[in-house]
């Protein structure tokens, strides 16, 4: 195990400018001390630009060109890609990957939600790196949605045992972006529980969808339906917060024409590991076929796809209130 790390890094290295990566990148950002340098890379050079554009009053943000450039610079490495494949090729690919560079003693923070057995290999990978001088490889995907990374407030599922060396620092760098960081146990067990969270929020998404759908059929006014349900005993934080239905919840992407948001595909993608990952295991769910069935229909589905994954109510052929 690796000793502790008590001096704050002076140099990140960022990989990953979607959605969630952006206004992570962000927050980090703005939060660091002002002697601290941010490295960043992204595939597409567009938005890349842009990063840099919209920080251009930061002096210590630099843009690179590779993976490898992004971790060559760095102390602290930090990913977010959409999937294990781009995974592996953001840490693995021939001279361009950030193993290609001097790894030496640094640590690697994937925030990917991919499944756990190529995070397993990528982090295999990680510490062969350099075996004099092992890096330190974590999964830490995160939740709370877009909206959650625009305000700092993510929730981090962090692959570490509370006991780990390292955690009191990933603590310290993950709070830069989150308000909530849980070590879950041990190398991929963030995954897991993500994984586990996103298969119980996309089923809570779907039920509550057609819960309001069919409430508001019998003639139930949906604000009104929707109050019931928080101090009933089908409430949830997506009847609160993220409500399926247009103008329940007015600040929340599903009343701005499902934009943004978290992505039906994404849904899908995530409901699709959790169950690959149920079978590894013996875990029996009752409700994924379904689920998935809804979720990938939804995909398939022009009026829905690319739109943040509660639009899975318009699927349904939910009504649709016009939000003023």
Not at 165 to 191: A, D, E, H, K, N
Not at 268 to 286: E, R
């Given at each position: 195990m690796s000793k502790p790390t008590n001096v704050f890094p002076q140099r990140f290295g960022w990989v990953g400018l979607g959605a969630m990566g952006f206004p992570m990148a962000s927050q980090l950002l703005q939060k660091l001390p002002p002697s601290c340098e941010l490295f960043v890379y992204d595939i597409d050079s567009v938005v890349l630009r842009k990063f840099i554009q919209a920080n251009a009053d930061h002096p210590a943000i630099t843009m690179v060109s590779s993976p490898k450039e992004a971790a060559e610079y760095s102390d602290f490495f930090i990913s977010i890609v959409p999937e294990g494949s781009h995974v592996k090729d953001v840490y693995m690919a021939p001279q361009r990957g950030a193993l290609a560079a001097n790894t030496g003693g640094k640590i690697f923070i994937d925030c990917s939600t991919i499944d756990p057995g190529t995070s397993l290999e990528v982090g295999?990978?990680?510490?062969?790196s350099h075996p004099t001088n092992p890096p330190r490889f974590f999964d830490a995907p995160v939740?709370?949605?877009t909206r959650g990374a625009e305000k700092g407030?993510?929730?981090?599922?962090?692959?570490?045992?509370?006991?780990?060396?390292?955690f009191v620092l990933l603590r310290r760098i993950f709070s830069c972006m989150g308000t909530s960081i849980y070590p879950i146990g041990g190398q991929s067990l963030g995954l897991a529980a993500k994984l586990s969270n996103n298969y119980l929020s996309g089923m809570?998404?779907?039920a509550t969808s057609e819960a309001m759908n069919l409430g508001m059929r019998l003639g139930i006014d949906p604000k009104v339906l929707s109050e019931c349900f928080k101090t009933s005993s089908g409430g949830s934080w997506v009847n609160s917060t993220i409500n399926p239905v247009p103008g329940v919840c007015p600040d929340a992407v599903t009343s701005k024409g499902y934009e943004g948001g978290f992505k039906i595909q994404l849904m899908k993608k995530d409901i699709s590991l959790a169950i690959q990952a149920a079978?590894?295991?013996d875990a029996k769910l009752v409700l994924a076929d379904a689920?998935?069935?809804?979720?990938?229909?939804a995909t398939d589905d022009p009026n829905c796809r690319d739109r943040d994954s509660r639009v899975v109510y318009r699927w349904l052929g939910g009504i649709e209130p016009e939000c003023t």
């Amino acid at each position: 195990m690796s000793k502790p790390t008590n001096v704050f890094p002076q140099r990140f290295g960022w990989v990953g400018l979607g959605a969630m990566g952006f206004p992570m990148a962000s927050q980090l950002l703005q939060k660091l001390p002002p002697s601290c340098e941010l490295f960043v890379y992204d595939i597409d050079s567009v938005v890349l630009r842009k990063f840099i554009q919209a920080n251009a009053d930061h002096p210590a943000i630099t843009m690179v060109s590779s993976p490898k450039e992004a971790a060559e610079y760095s102390d602290f490495f930090i990913s977010i890609v959409p999937e294990g494949s781009h995974v592996k090729d953001v840490y693995m690919a021939p001279q361009r990957g950030a193993l290609a560079a001097n790894t030496g003693g640094k640590i690697f923070i994937d925030c990917s939600t991919i499944d756990p057995g190529t995070s397993l290999e990528v982090g295999r990978a990680v510490a062969a790196s350099h075996p004099t001088n092992p890096p330190r490889f974590f999964d830490a995907p995160v939740s709370g949605g877009t909206r959650g990374a625009e305000k700092g407030i993510l929730t981090f599922m962090v692959g570490a045992a509370e006991d780990d060396p390292q955690f009191v620092l990933l603590r310290r760098i993950f709070s830069c972006m989150g308000t909530s960081i849980y070590p879950i146990g041990g190398q991929s067990l963030g995954l897991a529980a993500k994984l586990s969270n996103n298969y119980l929020s996309g089923m809570i998404a779907l039920a509550t969808s057609e819960a309001m759908n069919l409430g508001m059929r019998l003639g139930i006014d949906p604000k009104v339906l929707s109050e019931c349900f928080k101090t009933s005993s089908g409430g949830s934080w997506v009847n609160s917060t993220i409500n399926p239905v247009p103008g329940v919840c007015p600040d929340a992407v599903t009343s701005k024409g499902y934009e943004g948001g978290f992505k039906i595909q994404l849904m899908k993608k995530d409901i699709s590991l959790a169950i690959q990952a149920a079978k590894t295991v013996d875990a029996k769910l009752v409700l994924a076929d379904a689920g998935l069935g809804a979720y990938a229909a939804a995909t398939d589905d022009p009026n829905c796809r690319d739109r943040d994954s509660r639009v899975v109510y318009r699927w349904l052929g939910g009504i649709e209130p016009e939000c003023t």
